[in-house]
């Protein structure tokens, strides 16, 4: 099993930043790829950014791509990211997501999941 825990949320202007945590346990094996999505009410959720946890290698969303940054501390488990120029249509709940395999942005492809952190962002 894998558990992730999504911290760092909160309600910010737009143009600020934020910085979201997701601390991972478990298998580590089930982690190889760790992602980053959101959900805004009435919307799909949708991938922001993925990490490769061996290679580091990353992925984003053209929506994000220059502005948000994903990262790993692996003393800690844990994996970032980093929000800034922050607009509003950013605004919706994070989830942290883990998989085995790394090669999509798909949600689909992603076997784990914490249970989400709120980010508003205000104009």
């Known amino acids: 099993q894998v558990q992730l825990v999504e911290s760092g949320g909160g309600s910010v202007q737009a143009g600020g930043s934020l910085r979201l945590s997701c601390a991972a346990s478990?298998?580590?094996?089930?982690?190889?790829?760790m992602g980053w999505f959101r959900q805004a009410p009435g919307k799909e959720r949708e991938g922001v950014a993925r990490?490769?946890?061996?290679?580091?290698?990353?992925y984003y969303a053209d929506s994000v791509k220059g502005r948000f940054t994903i990262s790993q501390d692996n003393a800690k488990n844990t994996v970032y990211l980093q929000m800034n120029s922050l607009k509003p249509e950013d605004s919706g709940m994070y989830y942290c997501?883990?998989?085995?395999?790394?090669?999509?942005?798909?949600?689909?492809?992603?076997?784990?999941w914490g249970q989400g952190t709120q980010v508003t962002v205000s104009s």
């Open positions: 997501a883990a998989s085995a395999g790394c090669w999509t942005l798909s949600k689909d492809a992603f076997n784990y």
């Open positions: 990490i490769n946890t061996g290679s580091r290698s990353t």
């Open positions: 478990g298998y580590a094996s089930r982690r190889n790829c």
